[in-house]
T-cell receptor, first 112, second 113 residues
């Protein structure tokens, strides 16, 4: 059973548009949600994260919106750039545990 | 410069051979991880190590074992590799376990024939 689900599997947007990546989860006790960015041939790297006590987290062009009641979150990338083309993983974990549960990823392509 | 290294980067083995994947980190992180990544499945945790000789199974430990004799070094061993262990393997490290950032290595692409 996939505890963390992402949609869509792949997404293409034009440069300058806003890309929206979705994530949902099963376990209501998850309280930490990092998003990792992965370029081809590299390991994932932390992009931005949010804790369940917040409903929004911004870092430059990247914003996480979190809906605890619906167990959903989304990553918004505004003013998308070709350099944002990568695979994005949503993950979840519990307090005081190192274990991350990853979604299956969304491959984002930005057309110039 | 915070870095996680993995060796080798690419490896081809025959079914039944033993495989050793090595991981190092220069950040004195207590916690280290081994994941595998397969298309459509994201990353799955194989083992987590909380410190030297303090290892725990992750979600898919079957067919794997690990060794951590020094804090900066974490090995993944496949005894008698199977074709379904063909995958990309990532090592990661973090300061602790309290939702600390995990730093990933570049991965090892393993093909088992």
């Amino acid at each position: 059973q996939q505890q963390v689900r992402q949609s869509p599997q792949s997404l293409t947007v034009w440069e300058g548009e806003t890309a929206i990546l979705n994530c949902s989860y099963e376990d209501s006790t998850f309280n930490y949600f990092p998003w990792y960015q992965q370029f081809p041939g590299e390991g994932p790297a932390l992009l931005i994260s949010i804790r369940s006590v917040s409903d929004k987290k911004e870092d430059g062009r990247f914003t996480i919106f979190f809906n605890k009641r619906e167990k959903k979150l989304s990553l918004h990338i505004t003013d998308s750039q070709p350099g944002d083309s990568a695979t994005y993983f949503c993950a979840a974990s519990w307090y005081n545990q190192g274990k991350l549960i990853f979604g299956q990823g969304t491959k984002l392509s930005i057309k110039p | 410069d915070m870095k996680v290294t993995q060796m080798p980067r690419y490896l081809i083995k025959r079914m039944g051979e033993n495989v050793l994947l090595e991981c190092g980190q220069d950040m004195s992180h207590e916690t280290m991880y081994w994941y595998r990544q397969d298309p459509g499945l994201g990353l799955q945790l194989i083992y987590i190590s909380y410190d030297v000789d303090s290892n725990s199974e992750g979600d898919i430990p079957k067919g794997y074992r690990v060794s951590r004799k020094k804090r900066e070094h974490f090995s993944l061993i496949l005894d008698s590799a199977k074709t379904n262990q063909t995958s990309v393997y990532f090592c990661a490290s973090s300061t602790g376990v309290n939702q600390d950032t995990q730093y990933f290595g570049p991965g090892t692409r393993l093909l088992v024939l």
